[in-house]
């Protein structure tokens, strides 16, 4: 099984997959508010490693997640339109999750030189009421 991540808006978009994604949770909590919204949430918590020696994308990503993470609530580019795809062992997909209007609740990140790896923990979710 894989998974990819798009996340689009703001300045740069964002792409994860399989190489940069250990583990993803995904959960709906129905009929539970959370201030300032008069609907339930969706979450989706990621949390990655990557190899800082292979550069490229990956490495540019985590970067940008830390980026959308601490925007400012009061920007509009704070939130973004996130797309996650499932795709089952064959390669063909078998779920997605879109949020039109995602935002960052918790990042956090940790880089080991010694070891070469960046970790990361990031959890979204999808704005549904007024804010």
Known sequence: MSIQVE?????????LTERSIVKSEYKI?????????????????LIGEIDLHSGGIETANVSKLAQWAFSPSTEEKCY??????????????????????????????????????ASYEIVI????GTH
């Open 29 to 45: 909590q129905e009929g539970i508010q959370t201030q300032y919204m008069e609907e339930s949430v969706d979450t989706i918590q």
């Open 80 to 117: 973004r339109q996130l797309s996650m795809k499932l795709y089952d062992s064959m390669g063909e997909q078998i779920q997605q999750i879109c949020f039109e209007r995602a935002f960052v609740v918790r990042y956090k990140d940790s880089f080991s030189f010694q070891k070469g790896r």
């Open 7 to 15: 996340i689009f808006g703001g300045e740069k978009d964002i792409v």
């Open 125 to 128: 979710r999808e704005c549904k």
